[in-house]
């Protein structure tokens, strides 16, 4: 009985053990949203990773292409207060005419500028996080999970590029019942896309141009290995939402659309596409990140060809939802 309750302890000291080495882990992101609506069932908590393999021309979420700071400023919050200029070491910023402008070589990014911002006009796009620390924030809202059958949505950039980060928060989520999502554009290696698939709930997989070319042209890769991850995934789990966002003149035409249902309603773990049409929100925060778009002419699809699209999805047996 004795030597029972030694093991016992033992046991329950090296799971404790565990489960903190698990907590501290860490990861990069660049933002935690409480209470989304848009990244999968229910009420839900994204957590936004940083870094992706991608460049697509049309991203939302330019921020998190890149793993390395950046800085954007919001010009609407800046107050003229100019203590941004006064305290950078380098001298970066400047202000002529009640403007501020940052000369981008100078800047350092040591974060100085935004920790006196009493408006956060600046801020630093780059978090190091233990897991423990977004668990802290993704438990706040369980009771909104539990009573909208909503849970946490691991989106990017691109999650699986922090492949032990994310798997780690998986294993949190399982421990806590916590239903999770990975919002993925699949360029990963295999083995780390099928490791990961067997914690998560809920995968939600962006698919964008069947063409490799016109995918290389638009999103700086191949779809090579996008497509033949999304055949595996398809054969080892059944809760798949293929998310497809419609870009006018870029992935809207007959070819595109019909290639795209021939290729998922031979995929048996798909469950349904959402068609995401595209918006101008982007343009925004290209222009506070100081960087060219290219699609700014492009004018989002009209309700009549986004519904057109979804009944030519539907006629292949797909279920397709539209999303906006």
């Not at 940083?50 to 400023?73: T, Y």
């Not at 997989?205 to 497509?227: P, Q, V």
């Amino acid at each position: 009985m004795g030597e029972l309750l030694v093991n016992t302890e033992v046991k329950n000291a090296q799971s404790i053990q565990l489960s903190e080495n698990k907590g501290s882990k860490t990861g990069i992101i660049f933002d935690i949203k409480r209470f989304a609506v848009h990244d999968g069932p229910g009420i839900r908590t994204t957590v936004f990773f940083k870094g992706c393999p991608l460049s697509c021309q049309w991203c939302h979420n330019p921020e998190g292409q890149g793993i390395a700071a950046e800085i954007i400023f919001w010009e609407n919050r800046c107050i003229r207060c100019y203590t941004c200029a006064q305290i950078c070491p380098n001298g970066a910023i400047s202000y002529s005419g009640g403007y501020l402008f940052t000369d981008r070589e100078k800047c350092a990014l040591c974060g100085d500028c935004s920790e006196v911002c009493p408006s956060s006009a600046r801020v630093i796009i780059r978090r190091k996080v233990t897991v423990a620390e977004v668990m802290e924030e993704v438990e706040k809202d369980i009771i909104f999970y539990d009573e909208s059958c909503g849970g946490v949505t691991f989106s990017g950039g691109e999650p699986l590029m922090q492949p032990d980060f994310l798997n780690s928060l998986l294993l949190y989520c399982k421990e806590k019942k916590i239903h999770t999502a990975v919002d993925t554009c699949g360029y990963a290696e295999r083995d780390t896309l099928l490791k990961i698939s067997k914690n998560v709930d809920l995968f939600l997989y962006d698919l964008k141009l069947m063409d490799n070319n016109r995918h290389k042209r638009f999103t700086g890769a191949s779809n090579e290995l996008i497509l033949n991850n999304l055949k595996e995934l398809a054969l080892h789990h059944n809760q798949i939402i293929v998310r497809v966002p419609i870009i006018p003149d870029i992935n809207d035409d007959d070819e595109n659309i019909f290639k795209i249902g021939e290729f998922l309603v031979s995929l048996k773990g798909v469950m349904q596409i959402d068609l995401l049409p595209y918006n101008k929100l982007s343009i925004d925060k290209h222009n506070r990140l100081k960087r060219a778009y290219s699609l700014s002419k492009i004018q989002p699809p009209s309700a009549e060809g986004i519904s057109e699209i979804k009944e030519k999805l539907t006629r292949f047996g797909l279920r397709v939802q539209i999303r906006r």
